[in-house]
């Protein structure tokens, strides 16, 4: 294969320890129907095979390029990619998920289409071998104009109360491709997790404003990996401290950008649904923890002045009425009827961390 020119899309993988599912990665990646696309694997202080596995691809293919580094998180890795990518739009994948073999060309061309600075699709989740049903929707949405790209970003902060979902789409940075000229003309860069615990929220509130018109296909092309050792899944002591500070850093972004009373009812959303999966992880781990040292921490998440005014203002009792008993409780600090409660939601297989 000879030297590529005008290349469409840069992809960017960080790699760290996943000998065991890189392969499938890199596969549907080499695959892909668009030709013209380079593939970058920031191996980030991988201490398994999975920085060699890449270096040996690397030899067999001119597309992918590797980048070895000391540890240096997700966000960063992301970054080391971005600083030698060359493609016209760069895109996103974790290492442990793989994609459709058609997912960057109709992310491509649907961004060449409606001429839009980001196209996004769907997603599927998998766990082992076994995937999620698939969608039959080949719906396409466009947002165009400020106003309504403002009102797109905080519809996936958090959706109004009365709607099921918490928010549209979700953050997560790997179901989109972002015109490289718009991040590189704004200086746009991820924030490390390891300063705020999610650096694709950061990084959405930074780069969707700027865009003059964004595309999203229902299409699921994505395939990510549930994996039981998500920050969803593992108990993470001081969890619910981070995402207090993330909410104030996204509260400082979003204030360069909108009025607070346009902003607050998407992140008081925000701010519920992590404050709800904080609880639900500790009664998810009080076997492990012990019953008096999860009550302690519920309370004291209960008990938090922000928790307090968002169910004080926000209009709750709108939800969905799972999520609304949640609030009432959370409100009236009843820890041990929070306990039960959501020990009897995962009883009947009505809640999923």
Same mark, same amino acid.
Request: glycine fraction near 4%; proline fraction near 1%.
């Given at each position: ?8 899309? $840069?992809?960017? &993988?960080? &790699? ?23 593939? %970058?694997? #920031? ?49 996103? #994948? ?9 997912? !960057? ?12 600075? @980001?196209?996004?699709?769907? *997603?599927? =989740? !998998? *766990?082992?071998?076994?995937? +999620? ?62 300063? !705020? ?10 780069? @969707? ?7 999203? $296909? ?11 050792? $998500?920050?969803?899944? #593992? ?8 995402? @207090?500070?993330?909410?104030? +850093? ?6 360069? %950008?909108?009025?607070?009373? +346009? ?6 959303? *925000?701010?519920?649904? !992590? ?10 781990? @009080? ?48 820890? =041990? ?7 009897? *939601? ?6 999923? %961390?």
């Amino acid at each position: 294969m000879g030297e590529l020119h005008n290349i469409a899309v $840069s992809i960017i &993988v960080p &790699v760290y320890n996943v000998s065991k599912y890189i392969g499938q990665c890199i596969y549907s990646l080499l695959n892909q129907t668009l030709q013209n696309i380079e593939i %970058i694997f #920031v191996d980030d202080g991988s201490w398994d095979e999975s920085g060699k596995i890449c270096d040996i691809y690397a030899k067999r293919d001119k597309r992918i390029k590797v980048i070895h580094q000391e540890n240096m998180g997700l966000g960063l890795s992301r970054n080391s990619g971005l600083e030698i990518a060359q493609g016209e739009f760069v895109g996103f #994948v974790d290492s442990d998920d793989y994609v459709s073999i058609d997912m !960057f060309e109709i992310l491509y061309f649907n961004a060449l289409n409606t001429k839009s600075d @980001i196209s996004y699709c769907s *997603y599927r =989740k !998998f *766990y082992g071998k076994r995937a +999620e049903s698939i969608n039959t929707y080949n719906n396409i949405h466009i947002w165009e104009g400020k106003n309504k790209i403002k009102k797109y970003l905080l519809d996936r902060i958090g959706l109004p109360a009365k709607e099921k979902n918490d928010n549209l789409y979700g953050a997560s940075v790997w179901c989109g491709i972002y015109k490289r000229s718009l991040l590189e003309d704004n200086h746009i860069k991820f924030v490390s997790e390891r300063q !705020f615990i999610s650096e694709d929220i950061i990084f959405d509130i930074d780069i @969707i404003p700027l865009a003059n018109r964004i595309v999203h $296909s229902d299409k699921q092309l994505y395939y990510y990996r549930f994996n039981p050792q $998500s920050l969803t899944t #593992v108990y993470k002591a001081g969890r619910f401290e981070k995402n @207090i500070q993330l909410y104030k +850093e996204m509260c400082r972004r979003l204030n360069s %950008i909108y009025q607070y009373s +346009e902003y607050k009812n998407s992140v008081y959303r *925000y701010f519920l649904v !992590f404050s709800r999966i904080a609880i639900m992880q500790e009664v998810q781990f @009080i076997d492990n923890n012990g019953t008096s040292y999860a009550e302690r921490q519920i309370k004291k998440i209960c008990s938090n002045k922000i928790l307090q005014k968002i169910l004080k203002e926000y209009n709750w009792k709108e939800f969905p009425v799972k999520y609304r008993f949640i609030c009432f409780l959370q409100k009236r600090k009843a820890v =041990k009827s929070l306990v039960c409660l959501i020990k009897l *939601y995962k009883i009947k297989r009505k809640w999923h %961390i």
